[in-house]
């Protein structure tokens, strides 16, 4: 007893199979991630050192070089690249697609931190970063108020920003526009060189008094308490205070001796304007494998809580939503696959003319693509461009094997046999023929998941899913067609035609007198074929040796160049200067005019009469226009016009084309 027979013989049983398929497939829908593309992870990590002051030279010699020694030893690495330039070097790390990304990029800090004591002590702290693909603003604000730049941008920082980024699935808020505070020491050249002090000196006198430090410990009631000397400014007067040195007679040098300390704002190099005011950007990065919509509205509800607690006159207003643009690709995408499969439907009752044929065989669409959904979810897919792809590729797919089944048992009916007879003869003389078609199109597509590289990992949600749903459509197949193939057939006599009455019954007749003359005709050429087969044998080679010179002939590139025709006075020769003649002398030639011909009726390639090394100049300016020896970009025509050409005919006229 097969699969087939036990269906057929425990409906309720395959009826609550089937339902269990459904709804655990729906659940897995509901849970399903709605993105544009696949999770693809890019094994690249950076290190960005910058280096105050230093040449792209100094940068390398001092800290690319330390870096890369440090690095290489690391496993599976593929290569290393690097960047210098001035007070910047940067370290890009490539590692291969079998590495474990997480154990890598902690390996990497773990070298650079055992190589920080030799690097320059002039750098600032190396940033390390994971290369996410993903790791792009899904959201841009913008912040408004009629207030000063910088206190928009305090609220924003010191409001908004934390509180988006509790928000389950954010990385981080970066904040654009705005005035920043900072504070400006301008020293005074003259007062500096009276007292011989260095811009450096001011600098390090600044650093060493603005630091807090340990002072070590004491004991009280048994309890070690630790001190720390307090010694970060609080304002710009204690930066105005701060002693530089103390002169021969006692005296104290101060900062405000020799600068001007005053409390100011960094200069800004990006500027925001919103309906032509200004403004402040705050954009909303997602943390990897992050779902892109979720994200988007967990920040919009935090967002609408948090407006009843900001400061009057203070409005936020959406510039850019990437879930928009996802959400309405992927209705898109749902509304073709269900068009599809009203479609696929419509075509088995144009062909089978039976409403039960064409009700259980239509059962295989929505069983399987929902059932989809379940496996989508287990193995961590996302509702993306790939996997809709997938599925709206296999809706012709799933239903062949049920309209085959379907076909058979049809078959043993119009032959007098009882329902679940002709259920359980149909299924299993078609059972290797449907197992053997499913198994090909697996065969197909499984390979398809496992491709290495990049578009491996893009591919993968694609193989396996259309994979999931045709071994899904082979099951309902093989389980709930049958099942209700006999409980829902309609008893025939032998030789008996289950035509439809009623409305239908005139459009039925003439389909099936269609269909009988098609048969027809299909007769008669299987039986010529099967009379003639040397015929046939010769015919099918011709037309694959046919097919393959000209598929041969299609992918190569027949490059045609023609002459480019200037006006007189812009045609140079060799390397000699141009000549009034030249272009009718060239013309005149027997070797250039039977090229022309050749080119015009297609049997030939035209090049230039002009030796390689010719160039078109512009006398008057001295400039070099182009090529004579070109290619074109399209037959029929000359060279296209540059820039330079345009400029070239400004004193000899404009370039004519052919």
Known sequence: ????????????????????????????????????????????????????????????????????????????????????????????????????????????????????????????????????????????????????????????????????????????????????????????????????????????????????????????????????????????????????????????????????????????????????????????????????????????????????????????????????YIEANAHEVEIAILFGGAMAILVILFFMRDWRSTFISALALPTAVIGTFLMMWWLGFSLNMVTLLALSLAIGLLIDDAVVVRENIFRHLERGEDPLVAASKGTQEIALAVFATTMTIVAVFVPVAFMSGMVGQFFKQFGLTITCAVLLSMFVAFTLDPMLSARLAKQLRPGEKNEPRGLFAPISRGLGWLFDKQDAGYAKLLGFAVRHRLIVIILAIASLYGSRRRVHRAGRSRPVHRVARVPVGHFARGDGPAKSGDREEAHRRPAVQARVRDARSGRGRLQSEVPHRSRIENRAQGKRVGDAGSRAQDRGTSRRCTRDDRAAAADGGRPRRR
Not at 29 to 51: F, G
Not at 103 to 115: L, P
Not at 225 to 250: H, S
Not at 274 to 293: C, G, H, I, L, P
Request: glycine fraction near 4%; aromatic fraction near 4%; charge should be negative.
């Open 1 to 324: 007893m097969n699969i087939s027979d036990i269906a057929i013989r425990r409906p309720v049983f395959t009826t609550m199979v089937t339902l269990g398929i459904v709804s655990l497939g729906w659940l897995g829908y509901q849970r399903l991630d709605t993105d544009l593309y696949p999770d693809v992870t890019l094994p690249l990590v950076s290190v960005s050192v910058p280096y105050p002051g230093a040449s792209p030279e100094d940068v390398e010699r001092e800290v690319i070089k330390p870096l890369e020694e440090a690095v290489v030893a690391i496993n599976h690495i593929d290569y290393v690249q690097s960047t210098s330039r001035d007070n910047l070097g940067t370290l890009f790390i490539v590692f291969k697609l079998a590495a474990d990304f997480d154990k890598a990029a902690s390996d990497v800090r773990d070298k650079v931190a055992a190589i920080r004591n030799e690097l320059p002590d002039d750098i600032e702290e190396p940033v390390i970063q994971k290369f996410d693909v993903a790791a792009a603003p899904v959201l841009v604000y913008t912040a408004q108020a009629a207030l000063p730049s910088h206190q928009v941008r305090d609220i924003v920082e010191d409001l908004i920003k934390p509180t988006l980024e509790q928000v389950p699935g954010v990385a981080r808020v970066d904040v654009i526009g705005g005035a920043e505070r900072e504070v400006h020491v301008e020293l005074d050249p003259v007062r500096m060189a009276s007292m011989h002090l260095t811009p450096a000196a001011v600098v390090k006198q600044l650093t060493a008094e603005n630091a807090t430090v340990p002072a070590g410990h004491y004991t009280r009631n048994g309890r070690e308490v630790a001190v720390r000397t307090l010694g970060q400014f609080e304002d710009v007067e204690d930066i105005r205070n701060t002693v530089l040195f103390a002169g021969p007679d006692g005296s104290l040098v101060r900062v405000r001796d020799v600068a001007d300390v005053h409390d100011g704002f960094k200069e800004q190099r990006t500027q925001v304007r919103a309906n032509a005011q200004e403004a402040v950007a705050f954009q909303v990065v997602k943390a990897s494998k992050s779902n892109t919509v979720r994200v988007a509205e967990g920040v919009k509800a935090k967002l609408e809580q948090l407006k009843s607690t900001l400061p009057k006159g203070v409005e936020t207003s959406l510039l850019i939503d990437q879930s928009i």
